[in-house]
Nanobody
Framework: QVQLVESGGGLVQAGGSLRLVCTAS????????MAWYRRPPGKQRELVAA???????SYADSVKGRFTISRDNAKNTAYLQMNSLKPEDTAVYYC???????WGQGTQVTVSS
């Protein structure tokens, strides 16, 4: 089984920063790309950022220049550094492998205006 645990969310004022952490365990050796997703209140889950085992990254247009995804392959850990947060970034954030259709609990990010 693949286990994904997200942490680092919280309440932050607009313009502030948060760093999310994702720890993966289990049968993950067959997966290459890790990603962060988010689900805003009342909306569908969307891809935020992705990173390959080689370090290639991609970002949603809405977060480019503000968010940075990284990973530590040895620790099976992914990170999402979120700067210049906006109220529209408010969502439950999830990490996962691509492709994979099982999800952890996510971590809540709330940005106040």
């Amino acid at each position: 089984q693949v286990q994904l645990v997200e942490s680092g969310g919280g309440l932050v004022q607009a313009g502030g920063s948060l760093r999310l952490v994702c720890t993966a365990s289990g049968s993950i050796f067959r997966f290459n790309t890790m990603a962060w997703y988010r689900r805003p209140p009342g909306k569908q889950r969307e891809l935020v950022a992705a990173i390959t085992s080689g370090g290639d990254t991609s970002y949603a247009d809405s977060v480019k220049g503000r968010f940075t995804i990284s990973r530590d392959n040895a620790k099976n850990t992914a990170y999402l550094q979120m700067n210049s947060l906006k109220p529209e970034d408010t969502a439950v954030y999830y990490c996962n492998f691509v492709p994979f259709n099982s999800w952890g609990q996510g971590t809540q990010v709330t940005v106040s205006s």
